[in-house]
């Protein structure tokens, strides 16, 4: 949210942003505040200048004092118009919608008009800055209320918390009054000789020996010394100048990343409780020695890095190059009038405050960094996963593999209700021609009449994928490979328990498959976003961040593809038995009234239902318009649903005047464009991946099989900055690294690829080159 802007920008907002009672140019409040702080320690003031005429006229009339939260002028579309750059009417009435209840996808869609035709990106940005400014007015109350109680509030510190525009400003301010941050400085001035520091910092000659008396802190002059050293350090520390110096400095410095790995000792000595192997060190040997700038760490290096030290296996470190320490010192010799103290001060707050503190600001930034990185990767990768084609209209089989634990298998209809579910023992290592397990299965299937197998691609996939051909099983009914991470998880949660009570969590899982290729979007919706197996080191992301990015990506699919409101999960829509006829009848719902109606009405669809326009991205709000258009340009709403009707509408509306028409309609042009876009039903497959049939190679089924130079067909997984992973039936994911793309652009989630194992170290280190990608 922080943007750089010129001195008279920042004086006009924060103009705008305070009372005309009791505005304030900045430069006024800082050269206050500055001679204030001046005439308490005796600094030179550097900044002291003659009022100018422009600072007369906004002189304040209310004395600083009376300046509080409830008297601030607190304008959230002020602040967040110039903290995204947006007109402040727009910033307004985009809160309008927000305080209204309007969701992102809804005007995204149906109230572009208001908020100037912003794209659905661009929209969420604005979003997330509206919740920091939020989120900085409730932090600026905490801090102000956290100050009174700890009798650390003064006017002027008062006025600076209220005049700042961001938490970055807020904490730059806040940082060095928190209570436990200056415990050294704190002793010495409880000792009475703060008023010695102060003039020795200000160049006046003190005799140390002097100050030494009886009391043992006090016993000689190198504990004196020690005293004065930590008061000047926390002078200088919470000096707003200097606060501000090292911010600019901090962004010009080039500061460097090293790692390396923690010595045995150590290891033996500190992890013995702590020590999780859940990574072989081994997977960290090239962080081992690792020394790379700041500016050229990549996000997954970030969290290589940053797991490796969680693990107990790296220890991490910033190292600061001197050039920050000697600017710093430069400026502050220009602040206080003696050398020596300054210097002396300066290095002790260094070493004990301000190296920490760079030191935890830029892993802090790296880590957000890497985060957002990470959770850009996470939902692209998710949108390609939800965006899986439906297949509908299907009785659905759904089989989790095993071995000792059997197959499970988990029947469904069309809408996705539970038909049957039970476990069969198939002998997977040998054929049995009298194999009871595969006599039991043809007869669920045959009773059932399935029309399609999913089978998951778990551990025993390629030995079930054989023993139902070997059983002429999948002979005339089609097997499709159904990724199932999160399934078994799913299946042992509350809400699964809660679909399906006193049920076995294994068969969940299978019913779970079988409903994933039923209606992905509603089915996978369901796990922890950690769990689906896609995006990059989702595991160390915070959940809030994590889930924040689900919710968006669901929003922005089910925004571009709807919902069947009659296959719709419990995930996504609590439904009556029966189903529903008409869009109408969501209001049937309990706990929807008409404001959760009008924000997802048009999101849900009914594909068979009484009203055409029902199963459409049309909102019922304007229905009315939508049939006097038809009318309008001759045609049947009811044919809506035909294979003509696109063509037609496309015929009759390309010379059509958006304006007029949409004045003779009495509406706006926006709704009018998405009524002509939904009758030409245009379609989103290009949007959307397939399952696919087997793809692996059949001679290949096990790790002990490859070698360098095995050839081997499978698909994309899971995409990420350095590659992709490519499922090859044959245990966990290998890795296409970007340098064995041969020139060719990284494969798309679900593409069907053709690889060359080049490396196995270890069986769960398969390396693969890409060949190419299969139709």
Request: with cysteine; hydrophobic share 35%.
């Amino acid at each position: 949210m922080e943007r750089i802007a010129t001195k008279r920008k920042l004086q006009q907002i924060e103009t705008e942003c305070v009372p005309k009672r009791t505005r304030v140019k900045k430069s006024a409040d800082t050269k206050k505040s500055t001679k204030k702080h001046s005439e308490k320690f005796k600094v030179k003031d550097v900044s002291k200048k003659k009022k100018t005429t422009d600072d007369e006229h906004f002189e304040e009339t209310v004395p600083d004092s009376q300046i509080s939260l409830e008297n601030k002028d607190w304008d959230e579309a002020k602040i967040l118009s110039y903290e995204e750059n947006v007109p402040q009417e727009l910033a307004e009435r985009f809160i309008k919608l927000l305080n209204e209840g309007c969701t992102l996808p809804f005007i995204a869609r149906y109230r572009k008009n208001v908020v100037d035709y912003l794209k659905p990106d661009r929209l969420q940005e604005l979003y997330e800055g509206y919740q920091k400014v939020t989120q900085f007015t409730k932090k600026v109350k905490s801090v102000i209320e956290t100050l009174k109680k700890s009798k650390k509030l003064t006017p002027e510190i008062e006025q600076s918390i209220l005049n700042a525009h961001n938490l970055s400003e807020l904490d730059l301010l806040y940082a060095p009054l928190k209570s436990n941050s200056l415990s050294l400085a704190e002793r010495a001035r409880s000792l009475g000789i703060e008023p010695f520091a102060v003039k020795a910092l200000n160049g006046e000659n003190i005799e140390l020996q002097k100050l030494c008396n009886g009391e043992e802190e006090m016993s000689t002059v190198e504990k004196v010394d020690s005293h004065i050293t930590h008061i000047v350090a926390d002078i200088i520390y919470k000096d707003s100048r200097v606060l501000m110096e090292m911010r600019s400095l901090k962004e010009q410095t080039r500061f460097i990343v090293q790692s390396s790995r923690k010595s045995s000792t150590k290891e033996k000595k500190d992890d013995n409780k702590k020590y999780d192997s859940k990574s072989d060190p081994e997977t960290y040997k090239i962080y081992f020695d690792w020394t790379c700038p700041v500016q050229f760490v990549k996000s997954y290096q970030t969290l290589a890095v940053n797991r490796g030290e969680d693990e107990k296996i790296l220890s991490v470190k910033i190292v600061i190059p001197d050039w920050f320490y000697n600017r710093l010192e430069r400026y502050c010799l220009t602040l206080w009038k003696s050398n020596y103290w300054v210097k002396k001060g300066l290095n002790d707050a260094y070493n004990r405050l301000i190296k920490p503190w760079l030191t935890r600001q830029v892993r802090s930034e790296l880590t957000a960094a890497a985060q957002k990185e990470a959770v850009k990767t996470f939902t692209a990768n998710l949108e390609k996963y939800l965006l899986t084609e439906p297949i509908k209209n299907r009785i659905i089989a759904g089989l989790d593999p095993g071995f000792k634990a059997g197959c499970k298998v988990g029947i469904i209809n069309a809408n996705g209700e539970k038909l049957d579910a039970c476990t069969v023992y198939p002998d997977l290592r040998r054929h049995n021609e009298n194999d009871l397990a595969a006599k039991q299965l043809k007869q669920i299937i045959t009773k059932h009449r399935v029309d399609l197998i999913g089978l998951g691609n778990g551990t025993a996939c390629r030995e079930t994928e054989t023993w139902l051909k070997n059983n002429q099983i999948s002979e005339n009914i089609p097997v499709i490979i159904v990724p199932e991470q999160g399934a078994s998880i799913y299946s042992v949660s509350k809400e699964a328990q809660k679909e399906h009570p006193d049920m076995d969590p294994n068969l969940i899982s299978a019913l779970s498959i079988a409903r994933r290729v039923l209606d992905p979007l509603g089915e996978l919706i369901k796990v922890e976003p950690k769990n689906l197996g896609v995006g990059l080191y989702q595991h160390d992301i915070p959940p809030k961040l994590l889930e924040s990015g689900l919710d968006a990506t669901v929003e922005k699919v089910v925004s571009l593809v709807g919902v069947d409101i009659n296959t719709a999960s419990q995930a996504m829509l609590r439904q009556d038995k029966g189903g529903f006829k008409s869009r109408a009848e969501i209001l049937k719902v309990g706990g929807i009234g008409k404001v959760t109606y009008q924000q997802c009405a048009g999101f849900l669809r009914v594909l068979t239902g009484a009203e055409p326009l029902d199963a459409t991205i049309i909102h019922p709000e304007s229905y009315d318009t939508a049939k006097r258009f038809a009318k309008k340009i001759n045609v049947n709403i009811k044919e809506l649903s035909q294979a003509h009707f696109p063509e037609l509408v496309e015929r009759k509306t390309i010379n059509i005047d958006l304006v007029a028409t949409s004045k003779d309609l009495d509406t706006d042009v926006s709704t009018l464009e998405l009524i002509i876009s939904a009758f030409k039903q245009k379609p989103y497959e290009d949007n959307v991946i397939s399952f696919c049939r087997p793809v692996y190679s059949v001679t290949i089924q096990t790790t002990e099989q490859i070698a360098n130079g095995t050839k081997l067909t499978g698909v994309v997984r899971n995409v990420v900055p350095f590659g992709c992973f490519v499922d090859c039936g044959v245990g966990d994911n290998g890795l296409i690294h970007r340098s064995n793309l041969c020139g060719k652009q990284t494969p798309k989630l679900g593409d069907r690829v053709s690889v060359t194992v080049v490396g196995t170290p270890k069986p769960k280190r398969l390396q693969l080159k890409l060949d190419e990608i299969l139709n």
